[in-house]
């Protein structure tokens, strides 16, 4: 990759000839002249300036192909120093914190008597979040829900799960009967939760797309949502402790499902199942550690789903 193009990433990435010019160890003058000089070569403008900085059409195709030869040069150093040894090396992997604290312990003890000179780093975040890093590189393969199909991005499905609804007993018993607590084992209508304290997804959760679907195709409003996480273990926590109700993945309530003091109730009329992805990049070539470890993680999820059937 040349030094004008390495420059011009900076540049998309930060959007501020300054900030690029500081990672850069170069002027802003300098900066500039190689965006300029990138210009003159693909005749077109790859910024505008005003009413601030940001990537034209032809920008946003420029940093995506060189993103992925960015991706594409470093694989390659990276596989040839491996070629000796693909029993050493590192990758990344990102997934929520909910699933990695489900996953992580066993896959990695396994993993590791396998592989003990393989280093991983763990990232977490919404299946947004991670296709965005996975797509500026800074992943090697993440675990998402219901992955975005147009991303160009290599999706390997494992598996589906389905969302429940959670409540505190006591919650319950102020707002509903015994009659309602036999129906709502068949699947509850979301209409009778219009009001009660509920936990909802943030914006950038795959969750909350399927949700808002949901709620918009029966006409459903929920008027009394508290607060806003993607984390389940935080949702059940707060249902836990009385304060609000809430929708959570059934695969990672799992270890919750026979507590005491919380109901879980399938959702009635949910159609949209939660697609499990293995996602990387097309682009990446996998070594034998890294094939490993995503066999063995496709391992781990279908033993869970399995066991919350």
Not at 188 to 200: A, E, G
Request: proline share 3%; aromatic share 10%; with cysteine.
């Amino acid at each position: 990759m040349t030094q004008n193009q390495k420059i011009f990433l900076l540049v998309a990435e930060t959007l501020s000839i300054s900030k690029a010019a500081k990672r850069a160890f170069v002027t802003q003058q300098c900066v500039s002249d190689h965006i300029k000089r990138m210009e003159e070569e693909y005749g077109t403008k790859l910024f505008h300036r005003n009413p601030y900085m940001h990537l034209t059409p032809a920008g946003e195709v420029v940093f995506n192909s060189l993103n992925n030869i960015e991706m594409i040069e470093k694989n390659l150093m990276k596989s040839i120093s491996d070629f000796s040894n693909e029993r050493k090396g590192s990758f990344s992997v990102g997934m929520s914190t909910t699933r990695s604290k489900l996953l992580i312990p066993l896959l990695l003890k396994r993993y590791h008597e396998l592989f003990p000179n393989v280093e991983i780093s763990f990232f977490s975040g919404d299946t947004k979040i991670l296709e965005k890093n996975l797509l500026h590189n800074k992943l090697d393969i993440f675990l998402g829900i219901n992955t975005s199909l147009n991303l160009g991005l290599h999706i390997e499905h494992v598996c589906e799960d389905y969302l429940y609804l959670v409540i505190n007993k006591k919650m319950f018993i102020n707002n509903f009967s015994q009659y309602d607590l036999k129906n709502f084992r068949k699947g509850v209508d979301l209409k009778y939760f219009q009001n009660i304290p509920m936990t909802f997804y943030n914006e950038t959760g795959a969750l909350n797309t399927l949700l808002q679907q949901h709620l918009i195709t029966h006409g459903i409003e929920l008027n009394n949502v508290v607060c806003h996480t993607s984390e389940c273990d935080v949702q059940i926590d707060l249902c836990l402790n009385n304060v609000t109700s809430a929708i959570v993945p059934r695969m990672l309530a799992n270890n919750f499902l026979q507590n005491d003091e919380i109901y879980f109730f399938p959702i009635k009329d949910f159609n949209y199942p939660l697609r499990v992805d293995i996602v990387s990049n097309p682009y990446l070539e996998k070594p034998l550690y890294l094939k490993a470890f995503i066999s063995l993680l496709k391992e781990e999820l279908l033993e869970f789903s399995n066991n919350t059937l």
